[in-house]
């Protein structure tokens, strides 16, 4: 039995996801972790989640603004909290361009990632960031929509981790999808610098 190192798991997931009628152009990559993709993907759907000050919100509320979207959990260690500073960075770098678009983190941690758990967290990152919660079958709804794979994994010292995938994606004003960043090697500059391009100013 070959163990798949943890960290190519979000990449055979999407893999997966790509297969079902995504065109694949490993011809356009446009820098370090950055792929551009024609073609549609099925990524992304409705959904029915409470926000971080315990508002519920769907999907068409956030109609007509381009969506950064990442799934993650508050209790991460390190990718999380590096992405959503990656985020917030490049969000101060695209000028008016940010009030067309908005962050949306997305915890696959619902039991612990409470609204308010959420909103302090988000506090240290930036006003801007929209934490979605709910209950544990909105949450896999959603995750499947997204092709996020996670899951729990018990830590020595009690409690437990959730692995997860960990990809950026950008939505457009009608939800459908844009591209995605692998957020592994995700750069401010280049990620404003690509959405710069991607929304209209
Ligand atoms: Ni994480």
């Excluded at 919100?57 to 969506?67: C, I, Q, T, V």
């Excluded at 992405?83 to 696959?108: D, E, H, N, Y």
């Excluded at 612990?112 to 079958?137: I, N, Q, W």
Aim: net charge neutral; with cysteine; proline share 7%.
């Amino acid at each position: 039995m070959i163990r798949t190192p943890q960290a190519l798991l979000p990449w055979l997931f999407l893999l997966v996801a790509l297969g079902g009628g995504l065109l694949w152009s490993a011809s356009e990559m446009a820098g370090p972790g950055h792929a551009i993709v024609s073609g549609t993907a099925e990524v992304g759907g409705p959904f029915a989640l409470v926000d971080q000050n315990g508002k519920p919100r769907r999907e068409s509320d956030f109609r007509g603004l381009y969506r950064l979207v990442y799934f993650g959990y508050t209790n991460c260690p390190d990718v999380c909290p590096t992405t959503l500073a990656a985020i917030a960075q490049a969000f101060g770098k695209i000028g008016a361009r940010k009030t067309k678009l908005v962050p949306l983190f997305i915890s696959i941690d619902p039991e612990r990632d409470s609204p308010k758990v959420l909103k302090a967290y988000l506090s240290a990152f930036g006003p801007e960031f929209v934490g979605l919660t709910g209950s544990t079958s909105a949450v896999n709804s959603v995750a499947r929509e997204y092709r996020v794979y996670f899951a729990r994994h018990p830590l020595a010292s009690g409690g437990y981790a959730v692995d997860h995938s960990s990809l950026l994606y950008l939505m457009a004003p009608d939800g459908s999808f844009v591209t995605f960043y692998e957020d592994q090697s995700l750069e401010p500059d280049a990620l404003a610098a690509d959405l710069r391009k991607r929304i209209r100013g």
